[in-house]
């Protein structure tokens, strides 16, 4: 079998590039760790029917006027959106979103979960479920792995390119471009006290500061949830039966 060649995007620029990338043969994984995908993933865990990531505030309330019986939720400078029934801190979604349909627009975690709509699959990945992506790489074994760091406003976070090397460890026999010999290094660097990287993130610290440390602790937990996450076609993120 040809080893998978993977491929890391650092930066909110270069996911602007990417509507532009054929990437019909590969498979997408979105980072997004603090907190877009932390917060579909724990969403799901909790039975949510799934989450439909819109890019601005407008196309979700259009989403929302299609989907009356909807929950709207993200967050804009990383609080809830005036209006919307949730904000985007994972320790929002429990029993309360069981069975619901969720609409879902955030700074860059759906940005970069709809760039990447033209992949062959799309996962969204977090630390929280770090080794159920994992192990859907391993069994679909595609030719080319794209891990897209969503970062945050216009700025890489080093909360998901730490997601996106640990991420790589766990894949073996694989050819890696230069940015994700970085993302590896940067976990080889850190594998040892994770939750230490993540309080010390950009992000991390921003969180922390606002009284949000539970939330980065939650966050930081590896493989806390045995969840699958895949967008289909239909560009909602779903929990998806692991591939036999
Ligand atoms: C993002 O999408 O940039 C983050 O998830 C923002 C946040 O949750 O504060």
Redesign the pocket.
Known sequence: MNQPVIDVILSPAEIDLLPRRDLGGAVAVVF?V??????MITALSHGAAGIRPARTIEEALELKAAMPGALLG??R???RIEGFDL???PLEYGENVREREIITT???????LRAVEGAASVLAGAILNIDATAEQLMKLAPGEIVIVC????RDA?LEDILAAGLLISLLPDRELTDSARVALALYRQEEWDVHSAMRRAK?GRA?IAKGREAEVEWCSRISALPILAEMGRDGVVRQAAPRA
């Open positions: 997004d603090l907190r877009a995908t932390s917060t993200g967050e400078h990383g609080e904000g985007n801190s955030t700074t860059n975690g759906t940005i970069a969503a970062g945050t406003f976070a992000n969180l």
